[in-house]
């Protein structure tokens, strides 16, 4: 959407509230708002290729790749509201590794959409296994959900921890019991 339409829900949004446009604190706040919502949700404007950017290597490595911890924010798609977590994401390489960063970008991408936790986590999982052709994939996502926490049951302490196996993490109890031990802190 247009900055400038985006600016213009945002004073119609304000103006609902009773608060003046005008008030000194609120003056740039529309347009403020509307770069803000862009850059949250920027991952309309990627794509996977875009994304991996051709990363991905040839590789005899057929051990667990695993990168653990990655900061992930995002909207809630009910109700607008941020969900901050972190992601874990680990792959069996297939005679290809994809770059490090490229990994943690493809959970920005999908992160920066309005979401919900489980097409999230399953967004990455697919991506991952699609640039890589991997024997598998597994994805846990763990986030805490404003909407949760500031609204309807306002629940401070609760998190929601979701997961999907692809492959080898599916049907393998082997691999699947690995890549759990390894992202427990």
Do not use: W
């Not at 992601?87 to 490229?102: C, D, E, I, Q």
């Amino acid at each position: 959407m247009e900055l400038e339409q985006l600016e213009t829900h945002y004073r119609e949004i304000i103006r609902s509230t009773g608060e003046p446009l005008e008030r000194d604190g609120l003056l740039d706040t529309p347009q403020r708002a509307a770069k803000a919502f862009q850059f949250l949700t920027r991952g309309y404007q990627q794509t996977l290729d875009e994304v991996v950017n051709g990363a991905l290597f040839e590789s005899d490595m057929d051990e667990m790749v695993l990168v653990r911890d990655i900061e992930l924010y995002s909207m809630c798609e009910h109700h607008m509201l941020p969900f901050i977590g972190k992601a874990h994401v680990a792959y069996l390489p297939n005679g290809k590794v994809l770059g490090l960063s490229k990994i943690a970008r493809i959970v920005d991408m999908y992160a920066r959409r309005l979401q919900i936790q489980e097409g999230l986590t399953r967004q990455i999982a697919d991506a991952v296994q699609t640039v890589t052709d991997a024997h598998g994939v597994g994805v846990v996502v763990q986030a805490r959900h404003l909407c949760m926490m500031m609204r309807g049951v306002e629940k401070q302490n609760s998190s929601m921890t979701t997961s999907v196996m692809l492959g080898h993490f599916r049907s393998n109890t082997d691999t699947r019991a690995e890549f759990l031990r390894l992202i427990r802190p």
